[in-house]
C-alpha cells in the first residue's frame, strides 16, 4: 500500500465550477498534508498545506484534513483556466522524503 | 532570488549507456532531494543531500546514484539505462532543517528518454 493514494482523474470542468480534489493516507502518525501544483512542463510549486485536522482556507482554495478517515482534500472555488494543472497531495515522511500522490490533472474550460 | 536550476532539460540515450543530472539549488538552501516522475508511479523519491552527505535513500536500484558538492550543487547519475528510467527527473531543494523541512523548491526538471 502506498502512504498517500490520489483519484487519477483526469478532471474536466466548466470554468466557475467548485473541484474537488481528493487524497488518502495510510499512516495516522502523518500530520502535515500540502497541496502541490504543476503546470504542464514546469515543476511542481507548493499551493498550501496544513497540520493535522481542519480546513485551511487560501483565497479560492481550501485544504480540509479528516484525520478520522485518513483523507484530504482541495476545494477550489470560481475555478479559472489558469487553475489547469496536475494537482498533487503529499505528505512528509522521515528526514525530507516526501511522499507524494500520483496527481489529478484538472482542465478548466472557459 | 533565482529558482531551482536543472541541467540539461531533455536528453536522449540508448539503453546501457549513463547519464549524469545537474541541480543548482536556491541560494542558501543546503538540502537537496532527487525525484522520479513517471505517469503511473507519480513523484518517487531517489535521495536527498544535506550538506554533502546522503541523508536519506528511497528504494531505487544502486545504478541510480547521487551527491552533493560543497557550494550545494548536486549531481545525479544512472548508469546502465534501461527503458523504465525514461522519465522526468526533479530536483528540489529545501533548508532541510527542522520538522517538516519546509518547503520543497522544484526545478522544472530534466526529462530522460531511454531508447
Known amino acids: 500500500q502506498k502512504e498517500v493514494e490520489q483519484d487519477p482523474g483526469p478532471l474536466s470542468v466548466p470554468e466557475g465550477a467548485i473541484v474537488s480534489l481528493n487524497c488518502t493516507y495510510s499512516?495516522?502518525?502523518?500530520?502535515?498534508f500540502m497541496w502541490y501544483r504543476q503546470y504542464s512542463r514546469k515543476g511542481p510549486e507548493l499551493l498550501m498545506y496544513?497540520?493535522?485536522?481542519g480546513n485551511k482556507e487560501d483565497g479560492r482554495f481550501t485544504a480540509q484534513v479528516d484525520k478520522s478517515s485518513k483523507y484530504i482534500s482541495l476545494f477550489i472555488r470560481d475555478s479559472q483556466p489558469s487553475d489547469s494543472a496536475t494537482y498533487l497531495c503529499?505528505?512528509?515522511?522521515?528526514?525530507?522524503?516526501?511522499?507524494f500522490g500520483t496527481g489529478t490533472s484538472l482542465t478548466v474550460i472557459p | 532570488k533565482a529558482g531551482v536550476t536543472q541541467t540539461p532539460r531533455y536528453l536522449i540515450k540508448t539503453r546501457g549507456q549513463q547519464v549524469t543530472l545537474s541541480c543548482s539549488p536556491i541560494?542558501?538552501?543546503?538540502?537537496v532531494s532527487w525525484y522520479q516522475q513517471t505517469p503511473g508511479q507519480g513523484l518517487q523519491f531517489l535521495f536527498e543531500?544535506?550538506?554533502?552527505?546522503?541523508?536519506n535513500k528511497g528504494n531505487f536500484p544502486g545504478r541510480f546514484s547521487g551527491r552533493q558538492f560543497s557550494n550545494s550543487r548536486s549531481e545525479m547519475n544512472v548508469s546502465t539505462l534501461e527503458l523504465g528510467d525514461s522519465a522526468l527527473y526533479l530536483c528540489?531543494?529545501?533548508?532541510?532543517?527542522?520538522?517538516?523541512?519546509?518547503?520543497?523548491?522544484f526545478g522544472e526538471g530534466s526529462r530522460l528518454t531511454v531508447l
Open positions: 528540489a531543494s529545501s533548508l532541510g532543517h527542522g520538522y517538516p523541512t519546509g518547503e520543497l523548491f
Open positions: 499512516n495516522s502518525a502523518f500530520q502535515y
Open positions: 496544513t497540520y493535522s485536522s
Open positions: 503529499a505528505t512528509p515522511g522521515t528526514g525530507n522524503q516526501f511522499y
Open positions: 541560494s542558501g538552501h543546503r538540502s
Open positions: 543531500y544535506f550538506s554533502e552527505t546522503q541523508r
